[in-house]
């Protein structure tokens, strides 16, 4: 079975929200869609990325890339970094877990792929 083709190289990367500022949720939100978005719109390799919340418990950012170089090269620059990121500044502390994964598919559905913020963002239609 040749294993070449797959639907891309993810990265996923965690950060335990159960002891960071009863307002990180907002200001996470306000970050991702402020500032962070933009920014990754135009990383070089970059497929997408989404950003998962489960509010009190965990912040994740969530990358697909188009090849295992792009990913590993963006993987060990933030790896260098991580304790200071943006999203470790926010929380007050650096990501429990950083995870290389397989994208074994890709479907997009009848709805499409949407982009932009999510339901909690202040400038969601949900």
Known sequence: MNH???A????????SLADAPTDVADRLREYVVG????????????GFKTWRMR????FEGTYVFDSARERD?????????AADSPGSQIIGS?????????????AEG?????????????????
């Not at 090269?73 to 970094?81: C, K, M, N, Q, S």
């Not at 009848?110 to 202040?122: D, I, V």
Request: net charge negative.
């Open 4 to 6: 070449s083709m797959n």
């Open 55 to 58: 509010e009190g418990e965990w």
């Open 73 to 81: 090269l963006f993987r060990d620059e933030f790896v260098e970094g």
């Open 110 to 126: 009848p709805a499409g792929f949407r982009r932009g913020p999510g339901p909690g963002s202040m400038d969601s239609d949900d």
């Open 94 to 106: 650096a990501p429990v877990s950083i995870e290389d994964f397989e994208v074994v598919a890709i």
């Open 35 to 46: 500032t962070s978005m933009a920014k990754f719109m135009f990383l070089d390799g970059l």
């Open 8 to 15: 891309g190289y993810g990265l996923a990367v965690r950060w």
